[in-house]
Every structure is written in structure tokens, then in C-alpha cells.
């Protein structure tokens, strides 16, 4: 029985068995700690990882993946720590910087503001999955030739927002490409070897 | 045997730049480890005072908790009784704040606990939970009042002879008295250095005696020194592994209390740790660029002759550690002023303590040196670079030494030129494009061309590759890639059959990446271990061959299969018969700096023209061409060098326009606490950077001529910028960022 | 983060009715904001109702005008054909804010619902009422040079971060909301609020209302429209101030005007009597900054942010300008 029927809870029934455990949690808060912290620790932690994960479907560079995952769990932490896709970067965590830019259904977005759990059913493109075997994708190839890095660790987020750049129809001009990878900040500041990696990209006319 | 092509000054592309381009390049939170653990810092919410009591039990509770470590239950780290007794060591000395040791709290958002998880997410939330109850005291976090307090840095009390210490040519003060001058004070205030990736670092306590760190920095050796002394190990039983550095400016180049933290947790828990700070603990415990007050007077001859200059700054540092910097350094050496004082002092504050960024003091100082020099330039009528030419000096006015090589007048002249010099009007504010006042200045920047002694080792592999190895690291300029061209030319070989390995401190010793001194020490021991392999082939092949043993050293060459000699090309031997015996052929050399640094000034020089455009309504600025020219010495390769520059101007660019890290000083806390409130520049505020160089070596530096260049790409920047402001307005912004609420 | 319990809404009334019901329940949209928060800590909902499974990304024609469903993303909105040919001033504000990466996550209601980016609310331990009532203002004596110069209050001056606010109060939208009560309508200027005694409400939208769609009315202001946003660097970055205009122009003579304004208050900050000062004027420079002083009236200024008094004014020549050239 579920109390809203127009919605759909991805939690499994455990939850309402921790609903019910937590109230003996709560007991058992009242008496002296040391006595009831070894097993208060591993009664939650059994109760709390049944509560905390949800399942989740995603494919991943061409991967399908069923996994459980916490709602809490951001779409790049889940591709970092879990997946280990490391090549999606962590730069700010809070959508300021482009670091961690990834396609969700082919649209560049920044992972690590949305939960795993919303992208259920969607398809990922991290910049592991953009060669294709040994072959690299034209933008990673023009980001090595014109230099477009040099730490390295911008350059998946700038890559992905890249493609996206040229595939949006945003790479009509150096000022046009400046203000739509305005969102992938690199310190190194190597801008301008960035721009002409995707000019040369939208030039060339290759597919990207 | 083909010719092999120069690779010296050729743009190679990186060596690394597939790894960087697929996102196979690891970084320090990057490596999987069996029942790796997550760590979070729980920081001090007050600036100053005491911690009376800590509430962890809601943590200690909270799903997936390994454990809360704070100064009640941390274990005992054996250095902390010797470390950091001495404030006036050099800063990349660890352990000055000799963390969870006790319930003093030095600056807000000190580490108070570290909590560990089996989760990122849950570690994450127990962090939360951990409540503090602390005994405040007044704190100090403003400079500005701290003036008066100002002190002289002990180095520079113990040594008078310090760089830090008051200097004096001709009379003191003499600008006073000077019938043309001008008097200015000068502010730079808190920059931090925010590279990309995140401060991170993976503990592992491989043994109870051993321990493996995955860590963010500059100095594998200076990393693995702190922390073997901060543990008491001999320094063999630490491993410090840096493959990929994700940008650093700086900020790795002194050991933080997060690396102390996950090592002690990971002994805690014993279990391999990782954690990565946050984007707001990135402002509070891995240094800044110092808020710094300067004054400049000057005074000059109606013919545009500097007569006196005096330069004064009182710079920011810690309660706990004597940060200084070199920022009066480019004032005392630049111009051939007659007269001439400084003055550095320090104003200690409640705040994590800084260190070098970018450029660091001398960025710092060029700001005001060169923002004068316009200013001198202005009220004398003369164009600032014709006025520059008047002041130039051809030896070194501070040491009275010659220059080892000091092509500044080629840069000018390459920058004139490219950025159309000609076309700026001396009268400010006579330029318009629309709604766009338009204006262009020049900014000269100067830093020490610094080397130390290096190792690094070459091993000739059956298969004709060579392998090297070096405990350098490469934050980003291309360490790894220039080494490899410096080692193909030494050794006659395409690049592609050279490995160059870096980042490990087990690798043949090297100094910290810092100060643009890599590859000017770096550089000499590839070039000579080189050398030393090839004659060590050489030898190995007399033994076979007679031709060799008496063949010269530079005769021998290194095909694709097999050894042989440029004089000789018959005489042969396989690498397979020559490795027979030994398996590989390697060696391991040093190369040490001679005296020359005694006998002449060496420095690489820069110049940086600005054409800026401010809108006449918005007072907004953009920098609308940039052109960066360097006397950098050989040029190893064009294309990361240019690079280099061009970064470096957008460092300059961020400095004048836009970064600025600011405290609530009633609270002691920053209110700009992520990207979004501290501005550093994007696409949008990057133009073309363009890039000379004068491509000279300097053969006193070492014996492939570089002096370095990743410092002067930024010194002088930004004075470029503010004097470009000043041509397109007339207004003088004497106190960065150039924010639009200073022009409307 | 706290841990939370996560539903998907497949119809609007379930969402609704969940959130309603239940005080730590929030819906969650693009989560731009709300999961940044959530990350700091300052927003700790128990129960998150995803809803971008709900049919509400349309954007069509509709009653001689636009409607918007509150799904659309931001750079869905701001390429659309229909949206440029009838409102281009949205599509310009729309741009202006944030980054690609960020449009493509960004809806049209999350968008009208970020919260402020005041330093003091975004830090748990400073003093804000917005965040926390009866703590106090931190920026009211603090570093408050992003701060409100209009509609201030002495609890909280704070200001409203969207770009695209700005735009739509300019354009007399309307914002459709559902409800346990039912569905209702409120004009765009009095969707946001000022903070007087409580500025921990945004908005005037009740607990577990949904914003479904947002309906501009067609008008005139189709081509002499400029988005002015005066910000630190070149993009990726708040306004300092901004200003919506647009004018609709018979020849010379300014026919009709809209003017709002965006940095300068805890609402996107409509200017009428401005706007009523040009109608019939000529669209000249006179005419803007006569307009312009004329929309700064009753403005006020705090230690940090004084600058704003003159910004303000000039950002609105600036965006009257352009407008009139477009």
C-alpha cells in the first residue's frame, strides 16, 4: 500500500522497517552511552545502509549499470568514488567552475549538482568515453596539438563543454566560444590555446 | 643512422597530453586503494581563543563512522615536540601548527577534528554532527590596523645582510627632497591561489613504520622531509607520490594541516585515507597571497632621470610563522636610481598563515614600482617606456655586478611593436571606441634566474629506450616534456624513445617546483646524466669493441637497435650484447650550480603591454589585447612556454581586475568563500595573449641557458593593466582589483 | 549531507500533496541551488520530490502570449524560436545568467526560486535571519557591497540573484501555481517579496504550492530590447546591478517603456514611474537619464555599497541605449 499514489518511491521496504527500528534507536539513547554504543553502531549501520541506497539504472559511456546507490550521493561522486570514472574532476562542488562537466543525454550539465538517483534511466558520456578505443575524439586531439592544458586537471570539463560548444551551434566565433565556455574555468589560463583547439575543431569541420 | 631533428625550442606536444586529454592522469584523490576511507575536517568557527569542549558523539554514532579524531583522542605524533620551535625557518618546514596537539585555535576554520567514514557521503555528514564549545579571545584579522604593530622579520634582525632587511644606496628618503616627485600608497589585498584541483591527499600506512602518501604538492622531498619528521621515520620509510599535480601556483609548497590530518587518521583507523578539502577550506589553510600595504615616493630630473626612490611595505602574515616574501626586490635592481630605500615589514594576524603565490612578492611589489614609474612618467610628460629607456641600467644597480644576460630593451621593442605602442596617446583618456574608452600601459617584471642542484638518473633499456627518472615534480608547465626534449637532443634520439618519469620521492633527488627555478636545475642533471650514459655505453662497448674505448665521448651514438660511433658508423654493438651482462645500463648524476651566482646577477626579465577598454558607464574593464615578452633564456619548447605566458597574464588579469578575498573582521571569516564570490578570470576575460621571446641563452645560468619563466609571466602584469586604465581614464586605481565600483 | 528520503512524482497533485503534508518536504527541480545548499547545509529538507518527471517543459502559445512550463530549462527557453520572435528581452536575460552548463540543468520556477547569494546566509555560522530568524542581519553592518539599495529592511538586505526575474517582472508575467487549495495566478512583482520582519520567506508562495507555468502576455517589445548586466568579470558571475529595458519606439518618440532592474533588491525590482517618465519622450540620452534619476529615487545606500547609487542609474542609461539602437 502506498500513501501517495502518484508518486513513485525507489526506496525498498526497508525503510519503514527503519522507520520502526529507529524508535528503539531513540530507546536506546537514554541509556548510559558506552553500554549501548557497540550495538547501536551495528544495528545502524545494517539499518542505516538499508535505509540510505536506492536502486538506480544508468548507462555509462556505452555501459549499462544497476546499482544502489544513497539519494544523496551527487552524479559525481558516484562516478568518481564508486564508478571510478576519475577522469570527471572535482573542482569546486558547487557548480562554479565546469570541472566536472559530463552529457546527460547528450546536454552538458555540472554533476555535481544533481543527485545519482534523478538520472535514472539516462545515458552518461564522461570524457572516458569520448575516444573511441585508441582513436581520440577530434577536440581531444586538437586540445593536445594546439596545447589547449597544462595541469591537466580542467581539461575533461573543458573537453566535454567543448563538444557541446561546437555541437550547440556555440562556436561561431572566438568571442562566441569565449562566452559559452565561460562555465569551465581553468586556472592555468590557458584560454586562448583552448579557443583555438575548438576552432580548429569547428573549422576542420570534423563530426563531433 | 638518421639525423636526429633539434628538439631544443621545438613545440613539442606534451608527453603527457594523452593522459591529461582522456582523463587517464591520476591525481592525488585518485587511486584506489583496498578499504580506502574518507576523511572531512571539522574546522574552528571562532579566530582566537580556546577549545573547551568538543561534543563528537553524534558523529561517533552516525552510519558508517570510523572514527572522530580532535586533541582529546589523537594520537601522539612524535615530531610535534621538536617541530616548528623555531618561527624564522622557512616555511616548508611542517608542523608549525601541530595539529589536534591542543585546544589553542589560531585562525578561524582551523581544524579542530577530523572525521573518518567508510563514505565520502557519510563522512561528510558525521562532520556536521561534531559540536565545539570554545573560550574566544579578540582576535586581529585586518592589516590595515594592524599597521602600527609592524615588525621587522627575524631573519632580517639575526642578518642585516638578509634580502629582508632595510636597504639604503645614496641618502635615505632622498625623493623627499626632490624638486619633481611623487608619493603614492599601494594596496594588494588577500589572493588566493585556487588551482583546479582541490588540496587532496591519500594517506597509507603501509607498515606501522611505513607510510605512502598520494599528496598534492610542489616538493616530493619537502613533503616527505615534513612528514618523516613530523613522525620521527627515517626519511626512506615515507614514499611521497605526485605523478599529476592539478595546478598549485604556490599552495604546494608547504605542508598544510590536512595532509597531517589524513595521516593521522589513517594511522587511526588504520586504513588507507583520502581527503580533499573543500573549495571554502581552500581560502583558510593553504596560504594566499598576502594583503599588503606598500608606499612609493620618487623623485626625478625634469629630464626624466630617476634621482630617489623609496619603497616601504608591511605585508601579512601568521600569529604562528614568519611568511615573507621578496616583495621590494625588482625596486632595488630595475632602475639606476642614485638613491634608493626599502623597508619590509610583517603585521602578524589571526589567520592561516600565507605563502608564495605566483609571482609572489615580487607581483606584489611590481604593482607598485611600475604603477609609479607611469605615474613619474605622467606628471614628467614622457612616454612611460621612453622613460623606462631613460632609467635602464646595463649591470645591477643593487649588487653592482654585471648582468649575467639582460635582454630587456629586445622585449620592449618585440612588445612596442606587436601591441601598437605607437598608437597610445599620451594624454589619458583621448581614445574611444563607442561607448569603450580605450587605453594601452606597460608593466616590467623581473625574477632571480634560480637554480639549485638536481639528480636525475638514465637507464638504456635492451630495446633502445631510455628510461629517466627524476623526484621533480610538474604542475602544470610541462616539466616532463621539456626534460625529454632537453634529453633527446643530448642523446641523438627521437622523443618518443625517451620516458621521463617524475613525481615520486624515491625517484633521484631534485628541489620543490617553485620560484621558476625547474628547469634551470632540473634541466643540467637530465643534460648531464645523458652524457654520463653515453659514455658509460661508451665504455661498456669497448669492452666488446675496441673503437669504442677509444672513441670521444660525444662520438658515440645511439641508434635504433645498436650503439655506435658518428665518426665510425661500422664499428657496431647491439644493446642486446651490451646490456648482456648488467640487463640495463643506467646512471645517476648531480649537477650543482657553480659560483657564478656570485659573480654576476642573474635574473629573467619580462614586459607586458595592456590595450584596455573601460566602459564609459559601467566602469567595467576588458582587457582587449595582451602582449607578454620575455628574456626567459633558451627556450626549451615554444609551445608550453607560450602557454606559461599566457597563463601567467591571465593570472596578472585576475590580480587587477578581479581577485580579492575578503574578511568580516568581526567574525575573523572570509565572506568570498567559493568561486562564485571570489572571481578569478574565465573565457570571457581572456583575450589573445600574445607571446615573444627573445630566445637568448643565459650560459651563466647553466650550460643550456635558461633562466625560467614562470614567474615573470605575471610580475608586471598587472600594473600593465592599471596603467592601460589609467591612459583610458585618468583614473588611478592605486588599490586592486579594478572593479567597476572604482570607475563609475 | 543529511540523509533524505527521495520520491519521484509522476502527476502534479502527488507532489503536491506531499509537500504539502510535510513540512521538510521540498521539491527538487534542476537542483542547482537547492543541492548547493543542501551540501553547505543550509537547506536540510528530510523528503525530496523530484519532479521533472511531471509533464510541465512546454513552451507554447497560449492566449496572446507565451506560456512557459515551470520544466523548461534555461537554455531550452532561451533558444526557443517562439521565445525569441515574441520575447527576446527573456532570452537576453536568460543568457546573461550563470553558465551553459548550468542552463542546460536550470528550469523557468527553480530559476524564480534561488535564494539569495548573501556571504552571511551561505555561512552557518554568521548571523542571518533569512536563514535563521532572530539571528541577527550580518550584512546590515558587514561587507554589504552586493547588497539591496531598494526595499531593505533592518532584518534583512539581501538581494535576489536570478537574471531572468528581471525580465519577466519587466514583462507583466504571470505566474501559475497549483495548489492543495487549488490553482491560482500571481502577477510576476508579486511573486518575489521584500523582506521586512520576515525575510525567511522569499516568495509569496504557499507550503507545497508548485509553480507549473509562468504566461507572458504578448506586447510590443519584440525588437528595441537590451539585458544590461554589470558583473566582475566578463561572464559566470552575479550582477552587481542589472537592468531589463525595453521600449517600444514610433520613430524617435518612446511609445511604450519597460524598465526593471536586477542586484538591487530582495525582489527583481520593477521601475514604473520610470518607465512612465518616458512615454512620449524622445529616445534620447536626456530622456534615459532623467529616467534614470528618476528610478533611483528612495534608493539608500549601506557602508560597502554605495557605489550602486551611481552603477545603478548608469546601467539603466546604458540598457536604454542599447535598446533604442537595437
Redesign the interface.
Known amino acids: 500500500m502506498n500513501a501517495?499514489?502518484?508518486?513513485?518511491?525507489?526506496?525498498d521496504d526497508s525503510?519503514r522497517t527503519f522507520l520502526k527500528q529507529s524508535s528503539v534507536l531513540t530507546a536506546m539513547a537514554l541509556v548510559p552511552?558506552p553500554v549501548v554504543?557497540a550495538a547501536?553502531?551495528e544495528l545502524?549501520?545494517k539499518v542505516?545502509?538499508a535505509?540510505?541506497k536506492?536502486p538506480l539504472s544508468l548507462k555509462v559511456n556505452g555501459t549499462k549499470h544497476k546499482l544502489k546507490v544513497?539519494?544523496?550521493?551527487?552524479l559525481l561522486?558516484l562516478l568518481?568514488?564508486q564508478l571510478?570514472?576519475?577522469?570527471?574532476?572535482?573542482?569546486?562542488?558547487?557548480?562554479?567552475?565546469?570541472?566536472c562537466?559530463v552529457h546527460v543525454d547528450g546536454?552538458?550539465?555540472?554533476s555535481?549538482?544533481?543527485?545519482a538517483?534523478?538520472h535514472?534511466g539516462q545515458e552518461i558520456t564522461?570524457?572516458?568515453g569520448?575516444?573511441k578505443g585508441d582513436e581520440?575524439h577530434p577536440m581531444?586531439e586538437a586540445?593536445?596539438?594546439h596545447?589547449g592544458?597544462?595541469?591537466?586537471?580542467?581539461?575533461?570539463g573543458q573537453?566535454m563543454?567543448a563538444v557541446?560548444?561546437v555541437r550547440?551551434g556555440?562556436a561561431g566565433s572566438?568571442g562566441e566560444?569565449?562566452?559559452?565556455?565561460?562555465?569551465?574555468?581553468?586556472?592555468?589560463?590557458?584560454?586562448?590555446?583552448?579557443?583555438a583547439a575548438i576552432q580548429d575543431v569547428k573549422q576542420g569541420g570534423q563530426k563531433v | 643512422m638518421k639525423a636526429q631533428q633539434k628538439q631544443i625550442g621545438a613545440p613539442m606536444n606534451r608527453v603527457d597530453g594523452h593522459l591529461k586529454v582522456t582523463g587517464a592522469a591520476k591525481y592525488s584523490a585518485e587511486y584506489e586503494l583496498p578499504g580506502l576511507a574518507y576523511a572531512v575536517l571539522v574546522g574552528s568557527t571562532i579566530t582566537k581563543g580556546r577549545l573547551t569542549s568538543i561534543d563528537a558523539k553524534a558523529a561517533e554514532r552516525a552510519p558508517g563512522v570510523l572514527a572522530v579524531i580532535t586533541h582529546y583522542n589523537s594520537p601522539k605524533v612524535p615530531g610535534y615536540d621538536t617541530a616548528g620551535k623555531d618561527p624564522s625557518q622557512p616555511a616548508t618546514v611542517g608542523g608549525p601548527i601541530k595539529l589536534f596537539n591542543d585546544d589553542k585555535i589560531r585562525f578561524n576554520d582551523q581544524p579542530i577534528a577530523v572525521v573518518v567514514a567508510d563514505t565520502l557521503e557519510r563522512a561528510r555528514y558525521a562532520a556536521r554532527l561534531v559540536k565545539a564549545q570554545y573560550a574566544k579571545e579578540a582576535h586581529q584579522t585586518n592589516l590595515e590596523d594592524n599597521k602600527p604593530q609592524a615588525f621587522l622579520p627575524t631573519s632580517a634582525k639575526k642578518n642585516p645582510k638578509s634580502p629582508m632587511a632595510d636597504y639604503q644606496r645614496g641618502q635615505a628618503d632622498a625623493y623627499k627632497t626632490g624638486a619633481i616627485k611623487i608619493e603614492g600608497e599601494y594596496v594588494i589585498p588577500t589572493e588566493v591561489h585556487h588551482p583546479m584541483e582541490l588540496q587532496s591527499i591519500t594517506a597509507h600506512w603501509e607498515a606501522p613504520d611505513r607510510l605512502t602518501l598520494y599528496d598534492k604538492t610542489q616538493g616530493t622531498l619537502a613533503t616527505r622531509r615534513d612528514f618523516a619528521k613530523e613522525w620521527g621515520l627515517p626519511e626512506a620509510n615515507v614514499k611521497v607520490i605526485a605523478t599529476f599535480v592539478g595546478g598549485a601556483f604556490g599552495n604546494a609548497l608547504h605542508s598544510w594541516p590536512h595532509e597531517s590530518a589524513a595521516i593521522i587518521a589513517a594511522k587511526v583507523v588504520n586504513r588507507p585515507v583520502k581527503l580533499m578539502l573543500t573549495r571554502e577550506q581552500m581560502f583558510t589553510m593553504v596560504g594566499y597571497r598576502p594583503y599588503t600595504w606598500q608606499k612609493l615616493g620618487m623623485s626625478a630630473t625634469p629630464d626624466g632621470k630617476i634621482t630617489a626612490i623609496t619603497h616601504e611595505s608591511i605585508g601579512q602574515t601568521s600569529t604562528y610563522e614568519e611568511f615573507t616574501e621578496s616583495t621590494l626586490a625588482q625596486t632595488r635592481m630595475m632602475y639606476a636610481s642614485p638613491n634608493l630605500t626599502t623597508r619590509y615589514r610583517l603585521a602578524a594576524l589571526d589567520i592561516g598563515s600565507p605563502i608564495w603565490m605566483r609571482g609572489p612578492g615580487e607581483a606584489t611589489g611590481a604593482f607598485a614600482l611600475e604603477s609609479a614609474m607611469d605615474e613619474m612618467a605622467h606628471l614628467l610628460n614622457l612616454d612611460p617606456l621612453e622613460f623606462r629607456l631613460r632609467n635602464y641600467t646595463d649591470t645591477d644597480p643593487e649588487k653592482n655586478r654585471p648582468w649575467s644576460t639582460k635582454f630587456l630593451k629586445e622585449c620592449y621593442k618585440l612588445g612596442a611593436d606587436r601591441i601598437g605602442w605607437n598608437k597610445r596617446k599620451l594624454k589619458p583618456g583621448s581614445i574611444r571606441d563607442g561607448e569603450w574608452l580605450v587605453g594601452y600601459g606597460m608593466g616590467v617584471g623581473t625574477f632571480g634566474a634560480h637554480r639549485g642542484g638536481a639528480h636525475a638518473s638514465a637507464q638504456l633499456r635492451p630495446d633502445g629506450t631510455v628510461l629517466m627518472q627524476c623526484a621533480t615534480t610538474d604542475i602544470g608547465p610541462g616539466t616532463g616534456t621539456a626534460m625529454t626534449q632537453i634529453a633527446a637532443d643530448t642523446l641523438g634520439i627521437a622523443p618518443e624513445k625517451i620516458t621521463f618519469e617524475l613525481g615520486h620521492s624515491d625517484y633521484p633527488q631534485a628541489g620543490t617546483q617553485g620560484g621558476s627555478s625547474t628547469v634551470n636545475s632540473v634541466g643540467p642533471a637530465v643534460q648531464q646524466a645523458c652524457l654520463a650514459l653515453k659514455d658509460k655505453l661508451r665504455e661498456l662497448a669497448g669492452a666488446q669493441n675496441p673503437a669504442f674505448a677509444s672513441a670521444k665521448k660525444d662520438d658515440v651514438a645511439l641508434g635504433d637497435k645498436h650503439l655506435s660511433l658518428s665518426s665510425n658508423t661500422a664499428a657496431r654493438v647491439p644493446y642486446a650484447d651490451l646490456l648482456k651482462q648488467a640487463g640495463a645500463a643506467s646512471v645517476t648524476v648531480e649537477a650543482k650550480p657553480g659560483n657564478e651566482g656570485q659573480q654576476y646577477s642573474m635574473y629573467s626579465f619580462s614586459v607586458h603591454f595592456a590595450e584596455v577598454r573601460v566602459h564609459e558607464l559601467t566602469g567595467e574593464v576588458r582587457v582587449s589585447k595582451l602582449v607578454s615578452c620575455a628574456d626567459a633564456g633558451t627556450i626549451i619548447n615554444e609551445k608550453t612556454a607560450a602557454n606559461q605566458m599566457k597563463g601567467g597574464a591571465v593570472g596578472g588579469i585576475g590580480m587587477a581586475l578581479m581577485e580579492h578575498a575578503r574578511i568580516d573582521d568581526r567574525f575573523g571569516r572570509y565572506v568570498t568563500k567559493d568561486l562564485a564570490d571570489y572571481h578569478v578570470p574565465v573565457h570571457a576575460d581572456a583575450p589573445n595573449i600574445e607571446v615573444a621571446f627573445v630566445n637568448q641563452p643565459d650560459l651563466k645560468v647553466n650550460a643550456l641557458g635558461t633562466k625560467g619563466i614562470g614567474e615573470i609571466a605575471t610580475i608586471g602584469v598587472a600594473p600593465a593593466i592599471a596603467n592601460a586604465v589609467f591612459n583610458a581614464t585618468g583614473k588611478r586605481v592605486r588599490e586592486l582589483p579594478i572593479t567597476p565600483d572604482k570607475l563609475v | 549531507m543529511n540523509q533524505f528520503q527521495y520520491v519521484r512524482a509522476t502527476k502534479s497533485q502527488g507532489a503536491i500533496d506531499a509537500v504539502a503534508k510535510d513540512p521538510q518536504a521540498k521539491f527538487i527541480a534542476g537542483g542547482t541551488n537547492l543541492v548547493d545548499l543542501m551540501k553547505r547545509g543550509i537547506m536540510t529538507p528530510q523528503k525530496l520530490v523530484d519532479i521533472n518527471r511531471l509533464p510541465l517543459a512546454k513552451i507554447e502559445r497560449q492566449d496572446n502570449g507565451l506560456r512557459l512550463g515551470a520544466l523548461a530549462l534555461n537554455s531550452t527557453v532561451a533558444n526557443d524560436a517562439l521565445v525569441r520572435q515574441h520575447q527576446p528581452l527573456l532570452a537576453l536575460a536568460l543568457n546573461a545568467g550563470a553558465s551553459p552548463q548550468l542552463r542546460n540543468m536550470a528550469t523557468v520556477g527553480g530559476n524564480m526560486l534561488q535564494r539569495t547569494r548573501c556571504s552571511y546566509f551561505y555561512d552557518l555560522t554568521m548571523p542571518c535571519n533569512k536563514r535563521e530568524p532572530g539571528t541577527g542581519c550580518g550584512a546590515l553592518e558587514g561587507i554589504n557591497r552586493m547588497h539591496a539599495i531598494f526595499g531593505a529592511s533592518d532584518k534583512c538586505i539581501a538581494v535576489h540573484p536570478s537574471d531572468m526575474s528581471v525580465a519577466l517582472v519587466a514583462l507583466d508575467a504571470t505566474v501559475l501555481v497549483s495548489g492543495s487549495k487549488g490553482d491560482r495566478r500571481i502577477a510576476f512583482a508579486d511573486f518575489h517579496r521584500l523582506p521586512g520582519d520576515t525575510p525567511e520567506k522569499d516568495t509569496n508562495l504557499e507550503a507545497g504550492e508548485l509553480i507549473t507555468a509562468v504566461d507572458i502576455p504578448d506586447g510590443p517589445f519584440t525588437k528595441h530590447v537590451h539585458y544590461q548586466k554589470v558583473r566582475e568579470r566578463a561572464s559566470y558571475a552575479f550582477a552587481l546591478v542589472s537592468t531589463a529595458a525595453a521600449l517600444d519606439l514610433d520613430g524617435n518618440t518612446i511609445k511604450a517603456a519597460r524598465l526593471a532592474m536586477g542586484g538591487v533588491a530582495h525582489k527583481p525590482w520593477r521601475l514604473t514611474a520610470a518607465e512612465q517618465s518616458l512615454v512620449g519622450q524622445p529616445a534620447t540620452e536626456a530622456s534615459f537619464r532623467r529616467a534614470a534619476e528618476v528610478a533611483m529615487q528612495g534608493a539608500k545606500a549601506f557602508k560597502h555599497n554605495a557605489y550602486k547609487l551611481k552603477l545603478g542609474p548608469n546601467t539603466i542609461v546604458q540598457a536604454l541605449r542599447t535598446a533604442a539602437a537595437a
Not at chain 1, 544513497?70 to 551527487?74: D, I, M, Q, W
Not at chain 1, 546536454?107 to 555540472?110: A, D, G, L, T, Y
Not at chain 1, 555535481?112 to 543527485?115: A, P
Not at chain 1, 566560444?177 to 579557443?195: F, H, K, L, P, T
Open positions: 501517495e499514489p502518484e508518486l513513485e518511491s525507489p526506496h525503510r552511552s554504543t547501536a553502531a545502524d549501520e542505516a545502509a535505509f540510505e536506492v544513497e539519494p544523496r550521493t551527487t561522486d568518481r568514488e571510478h570514472l576519475t577522469g570527471t574532476k572535482k573542482g569546486c562542488d558547487y557548480g562554479q567552475c565546469g570541472a562537466t546536454q552538458r550539465v555540472n555535481c549538482l544533481s543527485f538517483v534523478m535514472d564522461t570524457i572516458e569520448l575516444a581520440l581531444q586540445f593536445v596539438k596545447d592544458f597544462q595541469c591537466g586537471y580542467c581539461t575533461p573537453i563543454s557541446a560548444c550547440e556555440h572566438e566560444i569565449r562566452e559559452y565556455m565561460s562555465g569551465n574555468i581553468c586556472r592555468c589560463g590557458a584560454y586562448s590555446n583552448i579557443v
